[in-house]
């Protein structure tokens, strides 16, 4: 089992806002993404260390796979009660990296169809992209590939993303597993989210619990490293629709 499959459990602490919580400084994940910056030979990427920047990373994904469970969780570190699909809804977070601020925009989107023509108006100026999926629900693992990376891919070629199994703690819970052997289906296994990021080539495969809080705080650790740090060796540009 690779590293990405086993549970992650970072510790990194924000001054969070959105009229929630604040927590105080840590260091594990600044000093991650401090040496990402410090290896970085970009003008550009070495200038965010000295001044106020922001990151902003959108999250898509079928409707009920979870996103903004995952956003809400993250902020307020308590699992919503109950489901309210999102048309749009941003969430605002300062990071501290290295010692400087940087503030971390969360964009809920729509993933039902109806949405689907006012949807990229939240795509300009994008950093990174999660890409959600659940892994209860082969049919949003299909969208994936289907849907989700040709739609950002269209409108933000250069921007990364990451692929994000959702909702990992339902594959131990009998009740969803005996819906889907009902169906002939099983739920996903970490290996192939893991096979899906090579072949669309995703920053990495990374999942969570937003119930649980399993892996949580490592998606956002490494969409932020995603961001400041593209993998590409081509520059990386912000999404700008055409």
């Not at 924000?14 to 290896?39: F, K, P, W, Y």
């Not at 399993?214 to 740090?229: H, M, P, Q, Y």
Request: hydrophobic share 35%; net charge neutral; proline share 5%.
């Amino acid at each position: 089992m690779s590293d990405t499959c086993k549970a992650q459990n970072i510790s990194w602490n924000l001054n969070r806002t959105h009229v929630i919580v604040q927590t105080s400084a840590g260091t594990e994940v600044s000093r991650n993404v401090r040496e990402a910056l410090e290896r970085s030979t970009s003008p550009a990427l070495r200038l965010r260390a000295n001044e106020m920047q922001t990151i902003k990373c959108v999250v898509v994904g079928d409707g009920a796979v979870g996103k903004t469970c995952l956003l809400i969780s993250y902020t307020t570190n308590k699992f919503p009660s109950e489901y309210v699909p999102t048309v749009f809804d941003n969430y605002a977070v300062t990071v501290m990296i290295g010692g400087e601020p940087y503030t971390l925009g969360l964009f809920d989107t729509a993933g039902q169809e109806d949405y689907d023509r006012l949807r990229p108006l939240s795509y300009p100026q994008t950093d990174v992209f999660l890409v959600c999926f659940s892994v209860v629900s082969p049919s949003s693992f299909e969208n994936v590939r289907e849907k989700w990376v040709p739609e950002i891919s269209h409108h933000c070629p250069r921007t990364p993303f990451l692929l994000v199994g959702t909702q990992v703690d339902l594959r131990d819970d009998s009740n969803t597993l005996e819906k889907l052997a009902k169906n002939k289906q099983r739920a996903l296994a970490c290996e192939s989210g893991e096979k899906l990021a090579r072949e669309l080539k995703a920053v990495k495969y990374v999942e969570c619990s937003a119930l649980t809080q399993r892996g949580l705080k490592n998606v956002f650790d490494e969409a932020i490293l995603a961001a400041l740090e593209p993998p590409d060796t081509k520059p990386k540009k912000r999404c700008v629709l055409l």
